[in-house]
Structures are given as structure tokens and as C-alpha cells.
């Protein structure tokens, strides 16, 4: 069980960071780091969110917005510039999991 | 180096795309879905066409177990030997599926069934259901109704053993979970752990990133 959910945070992770490097182009090692850092926070929330019987989108509109505010205080960028990196990504992963 | 760490990232991306057959909430499972119907060698006259978006798209045979993509919701049509072309249709299935959108909207011999199907879906990791098979049944053929019913569904779970659940006289019970699937008898074992310790561990780590973060952003605003 522990395996599985660490496969997952790590999908998950390697999925976000690939697509914020992507797109903003920032120092891959402090990005690394911040992207890692902000997934430990959000990811357990929002499964044990999911598990206890939240609504799947109201969780990753959550995950997404908390992202954002933290991608901007990490970055120093603007919000709103963050919270479009953190839609994307949230986006994508979630698009891929239909995909897949 | 820039360009390597992409390249890493992207090929990883493929990598983990390809190894993985899903990617579904932690602690989740999916239950493999088939069907089949029962009474099919009744009508050789006829030839059943599973139809849906997403790919789904297979001539059903008597005594065929079918399979179709979790996220599709095909029906099922009905089309006289006579009036079907065999080898246009493998022409089709091969071919753009707007044409194939068009020969299922468009062709008059085709008969449509008003049950529209779709997988079982996701349950808990702990679920002891591994498959559901549902037993559909012809009520009705004739020139411009094709009636399928759901007879009853047999459950597997992990250990091998299976169970029958009838549906309803309308092909529907009382008791229903996921969409339509009369509930099975064995449902979600927790070990009596597992919670509070997923919830503990869930809820720590979440609290050592966001002090580690909060620490990053005063570094950053101190400098």
C-alpha cells in the first residue's frame, strides 16, 4: 500500500515539475525543490480529502489555488502568473489520467 | 544542461506513461468489467455491434466476453445480415471515426438499444471485488426495437470465489451503487490501522512542507 501511494506522489510530482520547468523556466534545482515541497503539502491533503468523501473537483480546485499562492510566495512572481502555471499542470495530470 | 533535464523529464514522462496502466486516486482500484449476452445465438439473423465513443467499436459473437475502455459508454445495435457489409465495416473501424460517427447516425438499418453501458469503475484498494460481469438479455427484436435488459451481474473477488446478483424486473434493484450495479454482498475490509495511520502520516507530512516552505519564503523575504 505505502508503494502505491508513493508511486503516485511521485507520478504526480514528476508530471508538475516537468510542466511548470517547462513553462517558466526557472532554476531547475530551486524549482525542484519548491515544486517537491509544495506537492508534500497539497498531494496528502487532497487524497485524504478524497478519501473522507470530498468532491473530487472542489479538491482540485483547492490544490490548485493553494499551489498558486505558494508557487508566488516561492517564485516571487505574480499570482496570477502562478495560479495559470498551477492550473496547467493540475490540468495536464489530471487530462492524463483519462488519457492514459 | 537545460535541454538534458528536459529530455530526462519528457522520456521519464513516456516511461512512467507506458509502465503504468492507469493513474487513479491513491488507494484505489479499478474493477475489471465485461459483459455478455446470454441469448445472442437466438438471433442469427442478426449481427450486434458494440458502438461508443472513445474506440469502442466490436462485432459481439455468441458466448463473447467483451471488454470496452473504462471511460467509454457504448449501446449496443442490431442490424440484419443481409443489410451489413462486413468488410466496409473493417474498412470503417480502420478508417476516421467521424466516418464511423456518421454510419452509426445515419444508417437506417441500424436498430439502437436504449441501454447504454459503462464499467464498473473505481473502488477502495481494500475492496475484495476484483471483477464484474453482467449477463444482458435480448427482451425484443423486430424491425425498429432492439430491448436489452441487465439480467443479473456475477461478482468475482480477489480470493476467486464469485457471487450472482439479479437485477430488478426493470433491470434495476433497489440497492445500487456505481451507476446502476446492484451492491455486492462483501464490501471494504479496513485493517482496523490503516486509517488513523494514513490520516496521521497524510497529515505530518503536510505539516513539515509547509513549515519547510514557510521557512524558504522568510529566508527569501529576510534577503
Known amino acids: ?100 | 544542461m537545460k535541454k538534458l533535464i528536459s529530455l530526462f523529464f519528457v522520456l521519464s514522462l513516456f516511461l512512467v506513461s507506458s509502465v503504468t496502466a492507469d493513474m487513479m486516486p491513491a488507494g484505489h482500484k479499478s474493477v475489471r468489467y465485461t459483459f455478455e449476452i446470454e441469448n445472442i445465438a437466438d438471433y442469427p439473423d442478426h449481427v450486434f455491434i458494440l458502438y461508443g465513443e472513445i474506440g469502442t467499436r466490436e462485432i459481439l459473437e455468441p458466448g463473447q466476453e467483451v471488454h470496452f475502455y473504462k471511460y467509454s459508454s457504448p449501446y449496443i445495435y442490431a442490424i440484419k445480415k443481409t443489410d451489413f457489409d462486413l468488410k466496409n465495416f473493417e474498412q470503417l473501424k480502420e478508417g476516421d471515426y467521424k466516418v464511423m460517427e456518421n454510419y452509426f447516425e445515419t444508417n437506417p438499418d441500424l436498430i439502437k438499444s436504449d441501454l447504454q453501458l459503462t464499467n464498473y469503475g473505481m473502488v477502495s484498494e481494500f475492496d475484495p471485488l476484483d471483477k464484474a460481469k453482467d449477463v444482458l438479455k435480448i427482451k425484443l427484436l423486430d424491425e425498429n426495437n432492439l430491448l436489452i435488459v441487465k439480467d443479473k451481474v456475477i461478482y468475482t473477488y480477489e480470493d476467486g470465489t464469485s457471487e450472482e446478483k439479479v437485477y430488478g424486473q426493470q433491470g434495476i434493484t433497489s440497492s445500487l451503487d456505481h451507476g446502476g450495479f446492484p451492491v455486492p454482498s462483501r464490501t471494504t475490509i479496513f485493517p482496523p490501522w490503516t486509517m488513523s495511520a494514513l490520516f496521521l502520516s497524510g497529515f505530518l507530512l503536510s505539516l513539515s512542507a509547509l513549515i519547510l516552505i514557510i521557512v524558504l519564503v522568510v529566508r527569501r523575504i529576510r534577503r
Open chain 1, 1 to 100: 500500500m505505502i508503494l502505491t501511494y508513493l508511486f503516485c506522489f511521485i507520478l504526480t510530482f514528476v508530471l508538475e515539475f516537468s510542466i511548470i520547468f517547462f513553462l517558466s523556466k526557472e532554476n531547475w534545482k530551486e524549482l525542484f525543490l519548491y515544486v517537491l515541497l509544495i506537492n508534500l503539502f497539497t498531494w496528502p491533503l487532497a487524497n485524504l480529502a478524497y478519501y473522507f468523501g470530498g468532491n473530487f473537483y472542489l479538491i482540485e480546485l483547492n490544490v490548485i489555488l493553494a499551489e498558486g499562492l505558494l508557487l508566488t510566495l516561492l517564485l516571487r512572481k505574480k499570482y496570477i502568473y502562478c495560479l495559470g502555471l498551477s492550473f496547467i499542470a493540475n490540468l495536464v495530470t489530471a487530462l492524463l489520467s483519462f488519457l492514459i
